[in-house]
């Protein structure tokens, strides 16, 4: 069971600025923007790669939650970032789903 599970099923506290039955959203616990909020299903998915055609209106849902997120935090009008990271390579830490809603500066390319 990932972290991101233990959230979900509320084993551990998150600061949650959405949830719906599908979708929970939190903010970040090492936040690397002004606004850093984790978008996650609440479906076991260790990644996008994981992901099948049934997954399809989960997914497009994850990216609409992440800009309603962003429309919410404040940030949605000067710009943000949305970004998943996949497998050890890519930089992924919890092998469960997640979007970063990052916002509040400005983004720098490539992000490092």
Known sequence: MTIFQKIIDREIPADIVFED????????????????????????????????????????????????????????????RIVTNIGQDGGQAVEHLHLHVLGGRAMSWPPG
């Open 21 to 80: 039955d599908r979708v929970l959203a939190f903010r970040d616990i090492e936040p690397q923007a002004p606004v850093h909020v984790l978008v996650i299903p609440k479906k076991p998915l260790a990644s996008v790669a994981s992901a099948s055609a049934e997954d399809r209106d989960l997914l497009g849902h994850l990216l609409l939650v992440a800009q309603h997120v962003a429309t919410r935090e404040g940030v949605a009008d000067g710009g943000f």
